[in-house]
């Protein structure tokens, strides 16, 4: 009974609505509208006739409008080629998936698609992970694609449905018959090389060039071609879904591919040729000439010489003619400069310029320097007589004669060993000792004071257990020269330090949109994130994502063993967790999108720009990223994890590491995700030059004759944030002591550092000219299970795994002394 009620209710609604719609209503047609269908989108289906029925008719998951089969195909069983139509006009057919046309997503609800029986072969190398782009993208060399040609029976059919499919939709232009590639070149590639677009043009269907428009084009561009970004930006003008960068990236590599695939089908090698932008550039001279003047301009613009300013390398702390050439009104300002020193210490460096005398002052003496000064030539005397600790003044007078000048340059202090009384750090050794007996595996400290390195020790071991947990009969010592995997010490002296450098150099402006520097990184709120919101982690993104195994917290798409896809997904699919700047949340996240925004801003590898621009110059040779690549060996490192990243056999995942992990970097999104070289981890290094990069800090930006950045750039990342006195750009701080776990309860508010997994932990004071570093390999130890189910290394159980302690009894060494 209750369903026959049910049905009259029904039945009564439907004869009131149309009681309703009975009443006249006239007619006043708009001018503000279009139809429906916009695009024409042709397919093949890479599979013969009966499976393409299967997945097309009584699949549930793709379908589309036609679908035309082929001769000679054994499952097709009719005797005459027959056009299907699957799906009405006016309904959507799920043929276009994820896909963006000329500004249009999506196209599914705004196209026809014609499914063509057509079966290409596509081989993939033997042994390629399937997440590898090399292996899985649709263009490029990571995979072999065999294209047969089109059935020409089965051409005529597609010809004559596709003009009337024309003739009924008037709003799908020229440019708006496309390939599936052309809409998704990331993800298909049909209808492949072998597609008669040429053939269809002639019958009225799509998009073609003029031969002499191209060579018009050609004969311009082969004498200077188009920028890259230049050639993405016109094939954006075109129709096709690119995000401009600059760089060849996979989008460009596929992009370009799917273009010549679609016109220039003999020549389909994903690199923007000379011939490719000539046709590119033809075709939107006939479809989109209003578009076309504005690339032309910028070309022409981008044609001509920039006045670059060469910025000047600084040779030292100090490096400038005197006297000033743009002198201040206010005289007294005039040709004084402040520099660091210690005491007996320091040179100073004078090129003569046509000057023949100056009167030149060190904290007010005046020095005695022979004089006159030959033209054109170079003096360097010591200032072990005039310097003081600390800051120093320079002040030059009375250049001689009248327009002459002066290049005076003073280095940067550099680290030299201990001289005199030694400090007292037995308090320090006794710890460490007792714990090293205790089982701790080992350590090395290192502290500099007053551009010394007062302290310099071994301790324990570098290796003290096999891969099976069991005690090394000889265990191998630790040495002053050991490197460690510096964890996320690797966030502040490679990623800071070269952001550092970017920004003193004025390639690099903090305030700037991320999508700025990396174009694709947009959609999902990120073109409102600036590149200060990664330092401070307050861009709003979780604590990590572990792209390295497919049980991560975003779900399986969001595995990735492979550097580019990693990338990818950083860039466009890592959502936030938080709106903007709501709270600070520590996250590896923030610090693997700086790597990559390096590497876009410098056109380099991140570990070959900081290797090459940061550490050479300083003459640091040990430290690096994936060192074992690089020519070391593992018996140079501390080891870490006693069964590589299995938590002693509890955790596995793919191509999980089981062995003693040294040399390689413990982080496994770095290891695994990032081939060992990311923003956040990856970076090895060794005490001595870790001491040198943390005096660097100490003397505001450089070492010796190298300037890193400028002192006001190191004030900017160093500064304490409005949201967190704890907190810089990346740089912890000590603030007030509310991190002595960390600097201990002695050192001054101005004090920064970092701390790093794998044990170890760096600061710097600059209030008492000191520098510490302790590197540990306090995980290769044994893990315990709690009660909580939390896994812990016997190692980080120690006062020597908890940092603070450390850093206190070394303040008091120093502090007492």
Same mark, same amino acid.
């Given at each position: ?49 009966? %499976?393409?029925?299967? %997945? ?80 899985? &993208? ?11 040609? *089109? ?7 597609? =010809? ?56 018009? *084009? ?87 010489? %920039? ?82 600790? @600390? ?12 327009? &002459? ?81 510096? %964890? ?38 990120? @073109? ?62 923030? *610090? ?26 300083? @003459? ?171 896994? =812990? ?17 070394? *303040?008091?060494? =120093?502090?007492?002394?």
């Amino acid at each position: 009974m209750r369903v026959v009620r049910i049905r009259s209710v029904v039945v009564g609604f439907l004869v009131l609505l149309g009681g309703c719609a009975s009443f006249d209503v006239t007619q006043l047609p708009s001018q503000s509208y279009n139809h429906r269908v916009q695009f024409l989108v042709m397919h093949f289906t890479a599979i013969d006739y009966q %499976a393409s029925v299967g %997945a097309l008719v009584e699949g549930r998951h793709v379908s589309s409008h036609y679908l035309i089969p082929e001769r000679f195909d054994a499952s097709y069983p009719h005797d005459e080629l027959k056009v299907f139509q699957l799906v009405d006009e006016q309904d959507r057919a799920w043929h276009a998936g994820s896909s963006y046309w000329q500004g249009r997503q999506d196209l599914n609800d705004q196209s026809i698609g014609i499914e063509i029986v057509n079966v290409p072969r596509c081989e993939r190398p033997m042994g390629h992970h399937f997440m590898d782009p090399a292996a899985s &993208a649709e263009h490029g060399d990571g995979r072999l694609c065999l294209f047969p040609d *089109y059935d020409p029976e089965q051409i005529k059919l597609l =010809v004559k449905l596709s003009k009337e499919i024309l003739a009924r939709h008037p709003d799908i232009g020229p440019t708006q018959v496309i390939g599936h590639s052309d809409i998704t070149p990331s993800r298909k590639n049909d209808p492949g090389p072998r597609f008669p677009w040429y053939q269809l043009y002639k019958e009225g269907i799509g998009a073609w060039y003029d031969n002499d428009t191209v060579n018009h *084009y050609w004969q311009i561009f082969s004498l200077a071609p188009p920028s890259l970004g230049l050639m993405q930006r016109a094939l954006r003008s075109y129709g096709y879904g690119i995000s401009e960068t600059g760089r060849i990236d996979r989008q460009t590599i596929d992009t370009l591919s799917a273009f010549q695939m679609h016109f220039l089908p003999w020549h389909v090698t994903g690199e923007a040729t000379d011939k490719t932008a000539a046709t590119l550039f033809a075709l939107l001279d006939k479809y989109f000439p209003d578009k076309l003047a504005a690339l032309m301009a910028r070309y022409e613009l981008e044609l001509v010489p %920039a006045d670059e300013k060469v910025p000047q390398v600084m040779l030292g702390q100090v490096d400038e003619i005197f006297p000033e050439p743009q002198p201040s009104e206010r005289k007294w300002v005039n040709d004084r400069r402040l520099f660091k020193a210690y005491a007996g210490r320091g040179e100073i460096i004078i090129d003569s310029l046509e000057a023949t005398q100056a009167d030149i002052y060190i904290n007010g003496e005046k020095l005695n320097i022979t004089q006159p000064f030959d033209l054109n030539q170079q003096y360097q005397y010591s200032l072990a007589r005039r310097t003081r600790e @600390g800051f120093n003044t320079l002040r030059v007078e009375n250049v001689q004669p009248e327009g &002459a000048s002066l290049r005076i340059r003073i280095p940067y202090p550099r680290l030299e060993p201990l001289s005199g009384k030694p400090y007292d750090f037995s308090a320090v050794d006794d710890l460490i000792r007792d714990e090293i007996a205790q089982g701790f595996p080992g350590a090395v400290l290192l502290v500099v004071k007053d551009g010394k390195i007062v302290k310099e020790s071994a301790y324990g071991y570098q290796q003290l257990f096999d891969q099976s947990g069991v005690r090394l009969a000889n265990p191998l010592p630790m040495r002053v020269d050991t490197l460690f995997d510096m %964890a996320s010490n690797t966030k502040m002296y490679a990623t800071n330090f070269a952001l550092m450098k970017l920004v003193t150099e004025g390639k690099l402006d903090l305030n700037q949109p991320i999508s700025t520097y990396i174009g694709e990184y947009t959609g999902g709120g990120r @073109g409102a994130r600036q590149v200060k919101d990664l330092l401070t982690h307050t861009a709003g993104y979780g604590p990590e994502v572990r792209f390295f195994t497919r049980d991560n917290e975003l779900g399986e798409t969001f595995f990735s063993q492979a550097k580019s896809h990693t990338e990818k997904l950083l860039l466009t699919r890592v959502p936030f967790e938080t709106g903007r700047d709501i709270r600070p949340v520590y996250s590896d996240t923030d *610090y693997m999108i700086l790597g990559i925004l390096i590497e876009r801003i410098t056109g380099m590898a991140l570990d070959k720009y900081v290797e090459t621009q940061l550490y050479q110059p300083l @003459g640091l040779s040990h430290t690096l990223f994936n060192p074992l690549k690089k020519g070391f060996v593992k018996g140079q490192f501390a080891a870490t994890e006693i069964q590589g990243n299995t938590r002693g056999g509890r955790l596995q995942f793919d191509n999980v590491r089981n062995y003693v992990l040294q040399g390689e970097v413990h982080d496994e999104k770095a290891y695994y995700s990032m081939g060992g070289v990311s923003g956040h981890a990856g970076l090895f290094s060794r005490a001595g030059d870790m001491g040198v990069l943390m005096q660097v800090l100490l003397n505001r930006g450089g070492y010796g004759d190298t300037q890193l950045f400028s002192p006001s750039v190191l004030d900017q990342f160093s500064k304490a944030s409005d949201a967190d006195i704890t907190l810089g750009l990346g740089w912890r701080r000590a603030g007030n002591g509310e991190r002595r776990w960390h600097f201990g309860p002695y050192a001054s508010p101005q004090a920064i550092g970092h701390t790093g997994w794998t044990g170890t932990v760096t600061v710097v004071d600059p209030a008492y000219d000191l520098a510490i570093v302790l590197l540990t390999n306090r995980k290769h130890s044994h893990i315990t299970e709690k009660e909580d189910k939390n896994l =812990v290394f016997a190692g980080d159980e120690y006062e020597l795994g908890r940092y603070g302690s450390i850093v206190s009894l070394v *303040y008091e060494a =120093v502090l007492h002394e």
